[in-house]
T-cell receptor
């Protein structure tokens, strides 16, 4: 059963703590993305990776870090420098098909601050 | 720069009534335009997309959208609302290139009243 798996579904962070959100895909997609979703603000791009061992900052990368050591995995770390981390985080992957890119989303992780 | 404006963060319709969700875009070049749907605590799912092949685009679940260049609009419609249509809908715009260049709107929550 192919898809994108995000875990955990709910995560709580204590002040000053780093937390890592997992994103795994078995779709053999090259590109992967992390978005942050806040109510009334839509989705904003945090980081993206178009190939293994390479990633680029998106619009709101401050306070976040990522790695892409394997094609199927793109974990996101929310560091203590991110002062307002409460949000719904969505991971996505994409593939080019018939001259266009198709994007697939995971089910998200809700991060809250204790 | 490119952007989308979704008019109305909340829309309520009666079951069986017309659904109209508004989206206006600004883009300096002909854009790719998308509508996505998000059910609670889920990722986004593509409803339809405009890629300049035809101005009237038909999507899944009976939705369609019309690209009107003169009005810079890409409104989403469905003739008859079902209870299962209750969700949040996002308009998005992308210039040529990958999804790192996509801009999402703030979303419109659709409530369907029995």
């Amino acid at each position: 059963d192919g898809g994108i798996t995000q875990s955990p579904k709910y995560l709580f962070r204590k002040e000053g703590q780093n937390v890592t959100l997992s994103c795994e895909q078995n779709l053999n997609h090259d590109a992967m993305y992390w978005y942050r979703q806040d109510p009334g603000q839509g989705l904003r791009l945090i980081y993206y990776s178009q190939i293994v061992n390479d990633f680029q900052k998106g619009d709101i990368a401050e306070g976040y870090s990522v790695s892409r050591e394997k094609k199927e995995s793109f974990p996101l770390t929310v560091t203590s420098a991110q002062k307002n981390p409460t949000a719904f985080y969505l991971c996505a992957s994409s593939i080019w098909f018939a001259g266009d890119e198709k994007l697939f989303f995971g089910s998200g992780t809700q991060l809250s601050v204790l | 720069a490119q952007s989308v404006t979704q008019l109305g963060s909340h829309v309520s319709v009666s079951e069986g009534a017309l659904v109209l969700l508004r989206c206006n875009y600004s883009s300096s070049v002909p854009p790719y335009l998308f509508w996505y749907v998000q059910y609670p605590n889920q990722g986004l799912q593509l409803l339809l997309k405009y890629t300049s092949a035809a101005t009237l685009v038909k999507g899944i679940n009976g939705f369609e959208a019309e690209f009107k260049k003169s009005e810079t609009s890409f409104h989403l419609t469905k003739p008859s609302a079902h209870m299962s249509d209750a969700a949040e809908y996002f308009c998005a715009v992308r210039r040529s290139g990958g999804y790192q260049k996509v801009t999402f709107g703030i979303g419109t929550k659709l409530q369907v009243i029995p």
